[in-house]
T-cell receptor
Framework: EAQVTQNPRYLITVTGKKLTVTCSQNMNHEYMSWYRQDPGLGLRQIYY???????DKGDVPEGYKVSRKEKRNFPLILESPSPNQTSLYFC?????????????FGAGSRLTVL | AQTVTQSQPEMSVQEAETVTLSCTYDTSESDYYLFWYKQPPSRQMILVIR??????QNATENRFSVNFQKAAKSFSLKISDSQLGDAAMYFC?????????????FGKGTLLTVNP
């Protein structure tokens, strides 16, 4: 089944404890992106990648890192999580990066930072 | 920068009736795409419908249709014969046809309740 897989789905952690949210897609998509969803704010882009080793900042990149060493994987790294990073996170991918390409979303990862 | 505005934080509809969700956007581009996504309580983001800006014809998908008014920069979603399973958060989104990021820009969402 074609899908975007995120792990973990749920995580409670403490301030400053480094964590990684993994994202993997099995559709050979070039474009991958991370979003965070907060009540009343909709979804906002954190980082995106247009291909292997090509990544760039989105609208809210502070406190996050990403890497794209393989085409299928695009992990989101929180080096020193803070409570304001408590959010619902989505990874998404599309075959190409032109606007016509529909983004496929993962199931979301609910992160709580205490 | 492009912006997407959903002016209705919440809407409700009776089962079997029709409801329209509003969305406006701001852009200076001529090549772009508009989307409606549904997010049920499972939190999964599900594509409902897509509209290409260069197409004048409004997109339809079964009970879902849009009213795309390019000059007014309006992109509303009409749900006909509403069903209980339509209850969800609905997001309007914009994606550039060119540029350097190709991100989806989302509105803040409209929470739709369907009453039996």
């Amino acid at each position: 089944e074609a899908q975007v897989t995120q792990n973990p789905r749920y995580l409670i952690t403490v301030t400053g404890k480094k964590l990684t949210v993994t994202c993997s897609q099995n559709m050979n998509h070039e474009y991958m992106s991370w979003y965070r969803q907060d009540p009343g704010l909709g979804l906002r882009q954190i980082y995106y990648s247009m291909n292997v080793e090509v990544t760039d900042k989105g609208d809210v990149p502070e406190g996050y890192k990403v890497s794209r060493k393989e085409k299928r994987n695009f992990p989101l790294i929180l080096e020193s999580p803070s409570p304001n990073q408590t959010s619902l996170y989505f990874c998404a991918s599309s075959f190409g990066y032109a606007g016509a390409n529909v983004l496929t979303f993962g199931a979301g990862s609910r992160l709580t930072v205490l | 920068a492009q912006t997407v505005t959903q002016s209705q934080p919440e809407m409700s509809v009776q089962e079997a009736e029709t409801v329209t969700l509003s969305c406006t956007y701001d852009t200076s581009e001529s090549d772009y795409y508009l989307f409606w996504y549904k997010q049920p309580p499972s939190r999964q983001m599900i594509l409902v419908i897509r509209q290409e800006a260069y197409k004048q014809q409004n997109a339809t998908e079964n009970r879902f249709s849009v009213n795309f008014q390019k000059a007014a920069k309006s992109f509303s979603l009409k749900i006909s014969d509403s069903q209980l399973g339509d209850a969800a958060m609905y997001f309007c989104a914009y994606r550039s046809g060119g540029g350097s990021n190709y991100k989806l820009t989302f509105g803040k969402g409209t929470l739709l309740t369907v009453n039996p």
